[in-house]
């Protein structure tokens, strides 16, 4: 198993791009960490760069102490999983799984006991003697993890494993592969786009953009704490609400004022009480915000309602918020098809109840649900 430490990593391409600034990160033995970002944001880099595929600009890599800059890639000891699953078609799954120990000249009786022990772990028995053709997705990205956990690694990479199956699937591998993590106590540097596979997958979460790291924390902290406006609008599903808003002073106590609506601090009314006067950016997520019969007093905001999205067990309803003004989440900003669509306030409800479009509905906020950020950088206060 191995520990593996970022010490101030940077990749630069030919022409200037700048992939990974200044990385920081310290992987523990054992420990599944979840690289996640938009795209282009540097995880797949910082991946390539563990299993020698990159080269390093700068900083430092180590590998158990190792320094492991200019290691070459099959002295590292590192398995990788890639998206498109890389499975040999002529082959069968006993083949497909053995292939790295008998290229390591492995003897035929030791591959065939390592193939049987990792075929029965991720159920794959029946289908020893199938072609990858003959299988699932789902079968298929077995077969590959199979492949990477029968060399008993140092380390596993995954690239975007899931990105390929179907929702259903989706799910269900992802309590798989947490699950055979735990078993095999391999240590696991896993990339996903996707903040649900980061949430539900890793011990802690390395949430990147534009090449450097944002935040790294447990799945929960992300939530609760997030460090800027790109990780609370990144992290949580639905994403949450920005709205602008001015940090007052309210019978001496901090208040932020949203156009005619006034949310109460709480708690958060000391670290605010330095921005009186100043403009911020208030998040509330979706499930925050409570129905409430007390519209028009402070810490309710009323909306007018304007599309309501029927999930089932809850319903997702979409805000016009009037003298209030929100505003898009840092984490869609460049895309310009998204800009230009006005940005409606989201709250979910229970889905019992009948809410149709038009109807005008009171919430209230608690205090201890709401995050507040500098308008000017970003940061939590």
Known sequence: MAQI???GI?????GGHVAVQNLNLEIRDGEFMVLVGPSGCGKTTALRMIAGLEDITGGELRIND????TLSPRHRDIAMVFQSYALYPHLTVAENIGFGLKVRRMSA?????????????????DFLKRKPAKLSGGQRQRVAMGRAL????????????LSNLDARLRGQMRS????????????????THDQVEAMTMGDRVAVMNKGTLQQLDTPRALYDRPANIFVAGFIGSPPINFLEGEVIAQGGAPTVKLGRFTLPLGAHGERAASHVGRKVIVGVRPEALRLTSTGGTPGTISARTAFVEDLG???????????????HGTVIEEEEDIKSIRPRMR???DGGLSITAGDTLDFSVDPAAIHLFDAQSGMAL
């Open 176 to 191: 798989e592969i947490a699950k055979l993590q735990r078993m095999s106590a391999v240590t696991t540097v896993y990339v």
């Open 5 to 7: 430490v970022f010490d």
């Open 10 to 14: 940077n990749k630069t391409y030919e």
């Open 313 to 327: 067990a809850t319903l997702l309803v979409q805000l016009d918020v009037e003298d209030a003004t929100l505003v």
């Open 347 to 349: 709250a979910m409800i």
């Open 150 to 161: 029968v060399r008993s690694p140092n380390a596993f990479l995954m690239d975007e494993p």
């Open 66 to 69: 190792q320094v492991a800059n």
């Open 109 to 125: 009786i030791d591959i065939q006991k390592k193939v049987s022990d990792v075929a029965e772990l991720l159920e794959l028995t």
